[in-house]
């Protein structure tokens, strides 16, 4: 079992919605994010951060207030929560479970929350802000017995809420293309889009994921 990454982040106004002002065209603002690439191989990791990011705002900002989803990819699973606009996205194997995934997202939105009250809300662009408390939580957490201390609190966390989408696809707003997102994202170098299509090309599309 293995916790990729944690990323903390402001969806734009409207998330969720396909012509206001969230919808497709704006970006949720990066708060947080703590990343362990370390299973990549070396020349990867780049690419890996890159997408992480790409994939976290894409997910955050088609979350709408109030939602848990998870987006499942081949043996990956992405999983967001969006509490009253602030949106936590976690990326994990499919081995972690579903309801110990969600008991974290809620601990570290609690955490945020204490640590930095409602500061989040005049964001306008990415945080560079060090937060070590989710540095921390990547590694405590990894265990998911860790996780199933928390569900043991957060009694109120109900599966059957939870939205589950197959592919990164299911997520998007009508008329949006994946591809299209990758081309327009800012987050991706030239060289991490090329190793997209590359990937594309031979079946294994986002297996950094």
């Known amino acids: 079992m293995k916790i990729t990454a944690i990323v903390v982040l402001k969806p734009a106004a409207g998330a969720g919605a396909s012509s206001s002002g969230g919808g497709p065209g704006s970006e949720a603002f990066v708060l947080a994010n703590a990343t362990d ?25 088609r979350t709408q207030p109030g939602q848990r989803q998870s987006v499942q990819h081949e043996e990956y699973k992405v999983h967001s929560h969006n509490r009253n606009g602030l949106c936590v996205v976690a990326f994990m194997d ?13 601990k570290v939105l609690d955490e945020y929350q204490k640590a930095f009250g409602d500061s989040w809300k005049a964001a306008t ?4 802000q ?12 990894q265990d998911p017995a860790e996780a199933d201390k928390l569900t043991k609190i957060q009694r109120d966390l109900d599966e059957t809420k939870i939205i589950l989408h197959k592919t990164i696809e299911n997520v998007l707003e009508r ?6 997102l990758v081309e327009k994202s800012s987050d991706l170098s030239a060289a991490s889009q090329m190793f997209y299509k590359q990937a594309k090309k031979t079946n294994s599309c986002c297996t950094i994921l």
Do not use: C, M
């Not at 690439?37 to 994939?55: L, T």
């Not at 662009?125 to 560079?128: E, L």
């Not at 008329?175 to 299209?180: A, C, M, R, T």
């Open 37 to 61: 690439v370390s299973h990549f191989g070396f020349f990867q990791r780049g690419a890996a951060r890159e997408f992480i990011v790409f994939v976290a705002r894409t997910v955050a900002q």
């Open 94 to 106: 499919d081995h972690y479970p579903v309801r110990s995934a969600f008991s974290l997202l809620n």
């Open 125 to 128: 662009a990415d945080s560079t």
């Open 130 to 141: 060090e937060w070590p408390f989710l540095a921390d939580a990547l590694t405590r957490f």
């Open 175 to 180: 008329g949006e293309k994946l591809d299209s």
